[in-house]
């Protein structure tokens, strides 16, 4: 069965904490990973990866890809009360079939 | 400007009722596709579908239905609501295999 897993589910970390989330997958015919960000409305999203060892970085998050591990972490440096949201992992497989994990709810406190 | 936008924003309604929900993208983009929130905020596929094929998630029940009437819009049908549909339902389109952008959402309620 087709699968992503995230971890932790939840998360509460204080202000200028670094954090990392996880996202492992389990799918056929692999075709890409998506970080999204979700608050109240439609989540939106953070990054694409497909390449395994390639760092995407955008301003204090960053994210890798494992293809050999099946995995993909995102990074939070110096964290902000703003960043407090779920983020989503997405899985692009087969002919666009796209699952979402459960998501980490993140936490942080001033 | 929107890029992806949903109608209507709430929708309540009665078991039973048919009802659809509207979806329009200005992106340009081949393939649109529709999620269901549920209440662990777990997003699901239902359909994804570009001017080729429509590929529908086999645990989507057939009182679903998507309908385009141009590569920019895709509407969901729902026939014979039951309290169990109620969700956010989200719109989102790609171009090919890029990441998706998704609508605003739909909060469904059915009573």
């Known amino acids: 069965e087709d699968k992503v897993v995230q971890s932790p589910l939840s998360l509460v970390v204080h202000e200028g904490d670094t954090v990392t989330l996880n996202c492992s997958y389990e799918?056929?015919?692999?075709?890409?990973l998506l970080w999204y960000k979700q608050e109240k409305k439609a989540p939106t999203f953070l990054f694409m990866l497909?390449?395994?060892?390639i760092e995407k970085k955008s301003g204090r998050l960053s994210s890798i890809l494992d293809k050999k591990e099946l995995s993909s972490i995102l990074n939070i440096t110096a964290t902000q009360t703003g960043d407090s949201a779920i983020y989503l992992c997405a899985v692009v497989y087969n002919n666009n079939d796209m699952r979402f994990g459960a998501g980490t709810r993140l936490t942080v406190k001033p | 400007d929107t890029a992806v936008s949903q109608t209507p924003k709430y929708l309540v309604t009665q078991m039973g009722n048919d009802k659809s929900i509207k979806c329009e993208q200005n992106l340009g983009h081949d393939t649109m596709y529709w999620y269901k929130q549920d209440s662990k905020k777990f997003l699901k596929i239902m359909f994804s579908y570009n001017n080729k094929e429509l590929i529908i998630n086999e645990t989507v029940p057939n009182r679903f239905s998507p309908k385009s009437p141009d590569k920019a819009h895709l509407n969901l049908h729902i026939n014979s609501l039951e309290l169990g549909d109620s969700a956010v339902y989200f719109c989102?389109?790609?171009?090919?295999?890029?990441?998706?952008?998704f609508g605003p959402g739909t909060r469904l309620l059915v009573l």
């Open positions: 799918v056929t015919n692999f075709r890409s």
């Open positions: 989102a389109s790609s171009q090919a295999n890029s990441w998706r952008y």
């Open positions: 497909t390449s395994s060892g």
